[in-house]
């Protein structure tokens, strides 16, 4: 299957496959490939496979769509060819990613029933299929902060130590027994707020017997922590950063 | 801890091949949806559940257990422990596939919890879910090992087109597959007036998150949110088997010292 990978100067945004469901392509939000630049038309082009060719066809945007440096109206896709919509490029690229596990599939297919039978890939069809999203997932989800050590600081506040490497999958802050963070202070909350590391080596913050603040917005869900955070609760604030 | 569970064969099916067992001395509680023809899957869902419960048990009485798979880092020893009898309950079911050619294909996935000490650990393993009520916020635990979850997650697909997708019953993980497998741990507070739910996909494929979370926040007691989840689902068409496991924290009232501290909260300099 042929994929896009859509680029800003030199960095990847984003990554699709093409072929197997139109790629819309603009500035409104419910396009495929959404690129926020004024210079982009709201629904801006559109590549779509027909007769098994891959087309792009650009919906008579203001700015105009380039292939290899000539603006098109339609034109065939080749591997290698790059797109060029405002200041960011597309270029088209054949990939080995086998149609079976792209969204949608093969349209003259028959749905089955709502409910099918469960069934789990094995082995080497869950290998292939992994390494197949893995190359087409959004390239920014690997962190460059992946080997860096996640740290909170303390700012203010009594608390029994300056700083704590969060190596733990549930962080406690508060005066209980579970806590990592030990608030120092009578009138402390046993447990004031938590935070959780998930799978993806992310770390939320979220409420408990308080509900934190993060960067001086009180927040009530759960919410990702980015190096630099500042989290206000039960009297003392922290840093979140990541550590070399 | 209160709670109350109740699992039923849908209006379609004509098997269930959900399973749950509860220990609730120590707050332990288990649910297993199965697969495979012939009536393998209630034998791969049953045989889970009771495996991960024995280990466990057995565990309380004797901590020094040999653990089945090496300790994840970063957790408690309550939450390895679960991991443990996990990939244990694994090698069972998947000795059990292989014995005979009518078990082939057998398999089946799992949530627990167990909680100790204001401690909930969580482990899945494919797409029956555990979700928590906190304070009127009602959030999923868990992150499905469907191949659709995995596509939502990396981008590929919106919610949407994972609800309506023919790929929604293809799981990346499940019990008795393979020899061994990855267990998904983590770790929560349990907090007085916490509503944790445990339920298989019979459940959220009938059910929006707006049905469930309201019928937790207003029911009387876990027995009540168990029966009425079970029937709503039934109502919405019943396509599958449906089990819920729901706990509830009892709930304090906020005594006299904490809610002078929480007058006091942030006045550090006063103290």
Redo the contacts between chains.
């Keep these: 299957m042929p994929k896009l990978v859509l680029k800003f100067k030199e960095t990847v945004l984003?990554e699709?496959?093409a072929g197997a469901r139109e790629v819309s392509i603009g500035r409104s939000p419910d396009n495929v490939l959404v690129i926020d630049n004024p210079a982009i038309s709201n629904y801006h082009a559109r590549v779509f496979a027909e007769e098994g060719r891959l087309m792009l066809e650009d919906f008579g945007s203001l700015n105009g769509t380039f292939v290899n440096g000539q603006r098109v109206k339609m034109v065939e896709l080749k591997e290698g060819d790059s797109i060029a919509i405002g200041k960011h490029t597309i270029t088209v690229w054949q990939s080995e990613e086998g149609a079976e596990?792209v969204?949608?599939?093969d349209p003259s297919r028959p749905?089955?029933p709502?409910?099918?039978?469960?069934?789990?890939?094995?082995?080497k069809e869950?290998r292939e299929?992994?390494q197949k999203?893995a190359a087409?997932?959004?390239s920014a989800?690997i962190a460059p902060s992946r080997f860096k050590v996640p740290t909170l600081v303390v700012h203010?506040?009594?608390t029994d130590q300056r700083e704590y490497l969060l190596?733990?999958?549930?962080t406690?802050i508060g005066k209980?027994?579970?806590a990592t963070v030990k608030l120092k202070?009578?009138?402390?909350?046993k447990?004031a707020a938590?935070i959780?590391?998930?799978?993806d080596n992310s770390y939320y913050v979220g409420?408990?017997?308080?509900v934190p603040s993060v960067n001086g917005q009180p927040i009530?869900?759960?919410t990702k922590l980015s190096s630099g955070d500042i989290i206000e609760v039960?009297?003392?604030r922290l840093e979140f950063v990541y550590r070399n | 801890m209160q709670f109350g569970a109740r699992t039923d064969t849908g209006r379609v099916r004509e098997n269930n091949e959900d399973s749950y067992r509860v220990a609730p001395e120590i707050n332990l509680f288990v649910l297993s949806d199965g697969m495979g023809g012939q009536a393998s899957g209630e034998v791969a869902s049953r045989l889970a559940a009771e495996a991960i419960i024995a280990h466990c048990r057995e565990a309380t009485e004797n901590p020094s257990l040999a653990l089945a798979g090496a300790p994840v880092e970063g957790v408690s020893d309550t939450s390895n422990r679960l991991a443990s009898a996990i990939r244990e309950a694994n090698r069972i079911v998947h000795d059990e596939a292989n014995k005979d050619d009518t078990r082939h294909g057998m398999g089946a996935t799992v949530v627990a919890v167990w909680i100790a000490e204001g401690r909930m650990s969580v482990a899945h393993v494919g797409d029956s879910r555990i979700y928590r009520l906190r304070a009127g916020e009602f959030e999923q635990l868990t992150q499905d090992h469907s191949f659709v979850a995995e596509q939502v997650r990396r981008g590929l697909i919106t919610e949407q087109e994972a609800r309506e997708s023919k790929m929604q019953s293809v799981l990346l993980r499940a019990l008795g597959i393979e020899p061994e497998v990855e267990v998904a741990l983590d770790e929560q507070l349990m907090m007085d007036g916490d509503v944790v739910l445990l339920c298989s996909d019979g459940l959220t494929r009938e059910l929006s998150d707006e049905q469930i979370a309201g019928v937790l926040g207003e029911s009387k007691n876990a027995k009540e949110a168990a029966d009425r989840l079970v029937d709503l689902a039934n109502q919405a068409g019943g396509g599958d088997n449906v089990t819920a496991i729901v706990i509830g924290s009892t709930r304090k009232k906020m005594g006299f010292l904490a809610r002078l501290a929480s007058w006091f909260e942030g006045s550090e300099d006063l103290f």
């Excluded at chain 1, 709502?114 to 890939?121: F, P, S, Y």
């Design positions: 984003k699709v496959i596990f969204a949608g599939g749905a089955p709502k409910i099918a039978e469960t069934v789990v890939l094995d082995t869950r299929f992994l999203v087409v997932g959004e989800q203010k506040g009594k190596n733990n999958k549930l406690v209980s027994a579970l202070g009578w009138f402390k909350p447990v938590q959780n590391r998930r799978d409420p408990a017997d308080r009530a869900h759960p039960a009297g003392v």
